[in-house]
């Protein structure tokens, strides 16, 4: 017995649609032209592209139809290409894929009062008039790093909207100055702009309040020599700028002017206790003073040490020779 071939066909399926359009996806900046064009992979009878804007009607005996606009404008758009068949499908239509797009008017970033170090507060970027948000990818800098960024594909509105969008942030005292930027980059994919096009926002450079912070931290000791002056060196970091106290052994407070860093004082031997204050908070730390012995002291004593030796070896050695003197005669 023989096998004969047949074709199984699905009911309810309809042959995919006989024409090709090229590009397949057309990404147009709102106001520019677009064109498109569409083809025919087997005779139509006609075609032609239906379109709120830019539409053929129906042409006869033709392979190919473009549709052509000067200036798109239309944010609904949906043109689509369609043909009439002698042969299944007798008439079919595919969608052109477009994306019209537009840069925003502004990216700015709401401005902020002074921060605390340490503290959470919040950073807001306002993009105006942008389409379509779906592409939209919001990138924040600090300086030139980038710190975070954030999508918007889930919002498929096709028109010009505003976006909000903030960032939480907890400042450390090397942020005090810094600029921080937003900034609304549109990535339409490989059929779009390259690079993608962004705009920034102006930079907003924030101000950090923090308590002082020693330069070198740590209580210290400090060795002085008899009749030198006492130069203590007390240098902090600190935002707003701090005030400065000193304790000495005697137990007076010397209030020092706003700024001054330095205490000097006659050498005189104890703990001098350094405070620093600004409105954030106060530090504190301790200046052991010691003397060094005296020098000429030392070198007395050394001194009269040798001569003593001296003596001794010298009496030793002359007793020695009367000695010697004596046994010979």
Not at 8 to 28: F, K
Not at 65 to 93: H, I, M
Not at 124 to 139: D, G, H, K, R, S
């Amino acid at each position: 017995f023989q096998l004969f071939p047949f074709l199984l066909l699905t009911p309810g399926a309809v042959p995919e649609c006989p024409v090709e359009i090229s590009p397949q996806r057309a990404v147009v900046k709102y106001g520019d032209p677009v064109t498109v064009n569409c083809t025919a992979t087997q005779i139509p009878r006609g075609m032609g592209w239906e379109a709120t804007v830019g539409s053929t009607g129906m042409k006869a005996d033709v392979q190919s139809v473009t549709w052509n606009v000067s200036s798109l404008t239309d944010w609904t758009a949906e043109p689509k290409c369609y043909g009439n068949f002698l042969t299944e499908p007798k008439q079919c239509r595919k969608n052109l894929n477009i994306s019209l797009y537009k840069y925003p008017d502004s990216v700015s970033l709401s401005p902020v009062d002074q921060m605390v170090e340490g503290r959470q507060y919040q950073l807001q970027c306002e993009v105006q008039n942008i389409a379509p948000v779906q592409y939209l990818t919001l990138n924040w800098y600090r300086g030139q790093t980038l710190i975070h960024s954030q999508d918007f594909f889930t919002n498929t509105t096709r028109t010009p909207v505003n976006v909000s969008a903030t960032l939480l942030i907890t400042p450390d005292r090397v942020d005090n100055g810094q600029p921080f930027t937003c900034e609304a980059e549109l990535n339409l994919g490989p059929e779009g702009p390259q690079p993608p096009p962004a705009k920034q926002s102006d930079p907003l450079r924030i101000a950090v309040l923090y308590k002082p912070r020693f330069l070198i931290s740590g209580n210290e000791r400090v060795k002085i020599e008899k009749g030198k002056d006492l130069l203590l060196s007390c240098k902090t970091s600190a935002n707003p700028l701090p005030t400065f106290k000193w304790k000495t052994p005697a137990g007076v407070d010397d209030n020092r002017k706003e700024g001054d860093q330095l205490f000097q004082a006659p050498a005189v031997p104890g703990d001098y206790e350094c405070i620093v204050e600004n409105q954030i908070g106060s530090i504190s730390k301790i200046f052991s003073v010691e003397k060094i012995p005296d020098k000429t002291v030392f070198w007395s004593i050394i001194g009269a040490g040798i001569v003593v030796i001296v003596g001794l070896i010298v009496g030793y050695a002359f007793k020695r020779y009367r000695g010697n003197k004596n046994s010979v005669i």
